[in-house]
């Protein structure tokens, strides 16, 4: 099946800070990949659809200038977290998906902890 | 409100019975998934039901999905300890995104 990684799995960094976080689609093309967050014991909350080459499209509430995101092949996307503050704790994931596909593949999520 | 309603939110039972659990969507559907996390992981895709679709069924995975009444349910038969997780359905929109269901977390007891 399609497989979908994601890097790193874990940081941990200063408030302040900026992070990135690296989804790869490792054995298709990803037209459409997407990043979404997810708190302790809760769903998961869409931040943003990108299509390879263009801008993202983010949802309603999340800011933009916050988190970048960068879909800048058919098998990357880059989710930067701009100076994180303890609130941005969370666990992150991206999913892609093919321009005919129907289902998304999801990566294994990065745990992101702001000190 | 981007996410749908599942329940139960939280399901324990005894290895061996059934679980059921149910979701229910807002917008028009392309298609509906259900997907399984455990505890810290990723998500795990375990069915697709298609919007002309009523029934599926894959191993010991029953879905269904009512249209008219924006709804789906999950039935796991013949439980077992390992499929203690949390389960989420996922619903395609006519505008391609994926919006998902509150989840419900399945407890099986040995």
């Known amino acids: 099946g399609a497989v979908v990684s994601q890097h790193p799995s874990r940081v941990i960094c200063k408030s302040g800070t900026s992070v990135k976080i690296e989804c790869r689609s490792l054995?298709?093309?990803?037209?459409?990949m997407f990043w979404y967050r997810q708190f302790p014991k809760k769903s998961l909350m869409l931040m943003a659809t990108s299509n390879e080459g263009s801008k993202a499209t983010y949802e309603q509430g999340v800011e933009k200038d916050k988190f970048l995101i960068n879909h800048a092949s058919l098998t990357l996307s880059t989710l930067t977290v701009t100076s994180a503050h303890p609130e941005d704790s969370s666990f992150y994931i991206c999913s892609a998906r093919t321009r005919q596909g129907e289902t998304q593949y999801f990566g294994p999520g990065t745990r992101l902890l702001v000190l | 409100s981007q996410q749908g309603e599942e329940d139960p939110q939280a399901l324990s039972i005894q290895e061996g019975e059934n679980a059921t659990m149910n979701c229910s969507y807002k917008t028009s559907i392309n298609n509906l998934q259900w997907y399984r996390q455990n505890s810290g992981r990723g998500l795990v895709h375990l069915i697709l039901?298609?919007?002309?679709?009523r029934e599926k069924h894959s191993g010991r995975l029953r879905v269904t999905l009512d249209t008219s009444k924006k709804s789906s349910s999950l039935l796991i038969t013949a439980s077992r300890a390992a499929d203690t997780a949390s389960y989420f359905c996922a619903a395609l929109t006519g505008g391609f995104k994926t919006i998902f269901g509150a989840g419900t977390r399945l407890f099986v007891k040995a």
């Open positions: 054995d298709f093309q990803a037209t459409t």
């Open positions: 039901i298609r919007s002309n679709e």
